[in-house]
Nanobody, 124 residues
């Protein structure tokens, strides 16, 4: 069993930055692929970014490519999402997810464990 806890969300102005963190319990974290998803009010949960166990494969949604960066520190059992050049349409609850395989996934049904989410609000 893996427990995930996100942090780092908040209110930021357009053009600003945030860094989200996701801490994971369990000794098998380094062998799992990890992902970030987000869900805006009234919308489906959508893929944002993912990272393989080694960090060598990092797919991104087109809407965030070039602005967001995913990374991981296996020694700290933590995955990060750096959000730059934020836009109002990035406002959502951001969720961290873990997949019981080293291969990255880009859909919600590919992930086995989920965090509780952290709110990101981009507004003046």
């Amino acid at each position: 069993q893996v427990q995930l806890v996100e942090s780092g969300g908040g209110l930021v102005q357009p053009g600003g930055s945030l860094r989200l963190s996701c801490g994971a319990s369990g000794r098998t974290f380094s062998s799992y692929a990890m992902g970030w998803f987000r869900q805006a009010p009234g919308k489906e949960r959508e893929f944002v970014a993912a990272i393989s166990w080694s960090g060598g494969i990092t797919p991104y949604a087109d809407s965030v490519k070039g602005r967001f960066t995913i990374s991981r520190d296996n020694a700290k059992n933590t995955v990060y999402l750096q959000l730059n050049s934020l836009k109002p349409e990035d406002t959502a609850v951001y969720y961290c997810a873990a997949r019981r395989t080293s291969v990255v996934g880009t859909t919600t049904n590919q992930y086995d464990y989920w965090g509780q989410g952290t709110q990101v609000t981009v507004s003046t």
